[in-house]
């Protein structure tokens, strides 16, 4: 059973353009829910996260949109860039750390 | 810095072959995981520790078990390595629960053949 569920797998974004990546969970008892960036040949890394008290982060081009009625959350990166091609993982944390599938970014020149 | 270090980044195994799987933190975190990640499937716990000698299945913990004898290294152990076992593992660590960064190892390539 997927207790969080990310869409979509793989996304390809022209440069300058804003990447979009969905979640959601089920349950109630997360209370932390991060982003992770993965660069091939790397373990994770944390990007961004967001409690679930707030409904919205930005840090940079990075935003965390959170709705706590829909248990939702999503990454906007604005003004994609080359660099930002990796794959990202969101997650739900509580006693352990729940990730999503992961979605392969591409953005093209 | 965080440093989460696994002892290989990549082993071949054989069939049948009890494998161990090292990681070491520096930072005194007190939560450990193992994760494997498969294309498609994401990051999955198979164990994590919330303490020295204090262990919690995940939610693919069949075919695996593990070791926290020290607070700094939690190890992954693999009973009797099979073709299904194939897979990127990860190693992760952070302090406390719930509001608080994981920091990842670099990760080991496992083959078993």
């Known amino acids: 059973q997927q207790q969080v569920k990310q869409s979509p797998q793989s996304l390809i974004v022209q440069k300058g353009g804003i990447s979009i990546i969905n979640c959601a969970y089920e349950n109630t008892a997360f209370d932390y829910f991060p982003w992770y960036q993965q660069f091939p040949g790397k373990g994770p890394a944390l990007l961004i996260a967001?409690?679930?008290?707030?409904s919205e982060k930005k840090e940079g081009r990075f935003t965390i949109s959170f709705n706590k009625s829909a248990k939702q959350f999503s990454l906007h990166i604005m003004d994609s860039q080359p660099g930002d091609s990796a794959t990202y993982f969101c997650a739900a944390s509580s006693q352990k750390v729940t990730f999503g599938t992961g979605t392969k970014l591409q953005v093209i020149p | 810095d965080v440093k989460v270090t696994q002892s290989s980044r990549y082993l071949v195994k054989r069939t049948g072959e009890k494998v161990f799987l090292e990681c070491v933190q520096d930072?005194?975190?007190?939560?450990m995981f193992w994760y494997r990640q498969d294309p498609g499937l994401g990051l999955r716990l198979i164990y994590f520790?919330?303490?020295?000698?204090?262990?919690e299945k995940g939610d693919i913990p069949e075919g695996y078990s593990v070791s926290r004898e020290k607070k700094e290294r939690f190890s992954l152990i693999l009973e009797s390595a099979s073709t299904n076992q194939t897979s990127m593992y990860l190693c992760?660590?952070?302090?406390?629960?719930?509001?608080?960064?994981?920091?990842f190892g670099q990760g080991t390539r496992l083959t078993v053949v």
């Open positions: 992760a660590s952070r302090r406390g629960q719930g509001i608080t960064e994981a920091f």
């Open positions: 967001i409690r679930p008290d707030v």
């Open positions: 520790s919330y303490d020295v000698k204090m262990k």
């Open positions: 930072m005194d975190h007190e939560n």
